[in-house]
């Protein structure tokens, strides 16, 4: 036989179990007060008066556990408060810094492109005006009618010369 078929002949057992639970904890609790109380050595008016007694320190203790849990919980939300004002006032400051920042950046920028455009302009007076000028060196001048043109090809002396 193979050990695969040896674990198929196996038999398998499951065994379930039922968790017991908060209610069957507070049942067995109530049962054993009840017996406790019918079992007491001592009279009804001193188990009466010790009932009430653990009753007083019981609330008592409760009322301690909840104030504790109450300042817990108030110190808590008092020290997020104070990080995240902490936070926002950090934010806000490092917003008006870069608001700031950018509002110095624009100026900056806006007085560089101003001068730039004022030296542009300059630049392109003086461009302008060597042009003109240039041009009207290389300009030939205007004759008149009772002064016409030399043909190139004249020599000097000669009548059509001028």
């Known amino acids: 036989m193979s050990r695969h078929q040896d674990e ?69 939300y008092e020290k997020a408060k104070r990080t995240v004002g902490v936070k926002f006032d950090s934010a806000r400051q490092a917003i008006d810094l870069k608001k700031h920042q950018a509002t110095e950046a624009i100026r900056a920028g806006r007085e560089a492109a101003a001068q730039a455009r004022e030296e542009l302009e300059a630049r392109l007076a003086v461009t302008k ?8 060196v290389a300009r030939p001048p205007r004759r008149s009618a009772a002064n016409p043109p030399v043909p190139r090809d004249a020599e000097p002396g000669d009548p059509q010369a001028g």
């Open 129 to 136: 005006a060597a042009y003109q000028a240039g041009a009207e």
């Open 8 to 76: 198929e002949d196996e038999r398998y057992y499951v065994i379930e179990e039922k968790g017991g639970g908060v209610g069957s904890f507070l049942l067995g609790a109530a049962i054993g007060a009840g017996i406790a109380l019918l079992l007491a050595p001592q009279s009804g008016a001193d188990t009466r008066r010790d009932l009430k007694r653990k009753a007083r320190q019981m609330s008592d203790a409760a009322k301690d556990a909840a104030d504790e849990l109450s300042d817990t919980v108030v110190d808590r």
